[in-house]
């Protein structure tokens, strides 16, 4: 996303319903949430649909997700839109549409799963922390979150307002929290550092 955005403003002109806004809000916007749903699904296709269909979300409610973003608690909109994006994606694949696609697999699809059934267990361990997370404190469930989506210990110290050192400490507590919810079952892995 471009850097040098005036969101606030964007932001608001989409609110109040101006279609320039609108058009430059998709335009700074819409190929890094493409990027995401791309990287989560593997599928072009479908990284589109639900592309689409994110945006359409965003103004569910009046405009309820947009209006919740506060730029005062120091976390950047683009990170807020790909924390928005990342958990839209998360309803989808909880959702009938995302359980269908999961069902429709082919003998092709079966012999390679075979075959790697040795990264199945990396998979479970994988979706237990991904749930987990949600019921960290809610700097630590941010900071973890920005993790998952491979942000680097500096990218998160200034999405959240935090020397590096700062982010560190969250995310340690964040895993400390998270071992004990998974009753020792997660590996201690660090994000990337910059060094």
Do not use: N
């Not at 996303?1 to 609108?22: F, I, N």
């Not at 990284?47 to 269909?53: I, K, V, W």
């Not at 942000?151 to 307002?161: M, N």
Request: hydrophobic share 40%; glycine share 10%; with cysteine.
């Amino acid at each position: 996303m471009t850097s040098g955005t005036d969101w606030d403003g964007l932001v608001a002109g989409c609110l109040s319903g101006s279609q320039d806004a609108w058009q430059a809000f998709l335009e700074v916007s819409y190929s890094s949430v493409l990027k995401l749903f791309i990287k989560r699904t593997g599928r072009e296709e479908l990284a589109r649909d639900l592309t689409q269909s994110f945006f359409l979300k965003l103004f569910d409610d009046e405009g309820r997700r947009l209006r919740s973003f506060d730029s005062s608690r120091g976390v950047p909109f683009p990170i807020y839109l790909r924390v928005l994006a990342a958990r839209h994606h998360i309803d989808w694949t909880r959702g009938r549409e995302g359980q269908e696609i999961g069902r429709r697999v082919g003998l092709a699809d079966v012999v390679d799963y075979l075959e790697k059934a040795a990264d199945c267990e990396k998979a479970l361990v994988a979706r237990e922390v991904r749930e987990a997370v949600a019921d960290l404190p809610p700097r630590e469930r941010l900071a973890t979150q920005l993790v998952l989506e491979g942000l680097r210990v500096s990218e998160i110290a200034r999405a959240l307002g935090l020397t590096d050192g700062g982010a560190s400490a969250l995310l340690w507590r964040a895993r400390q929290h998270l071992a004990k919810m998974l009753e020792g079952g997660w590996s201690d892995t660090a994000p990337k550092s910059d060094g």
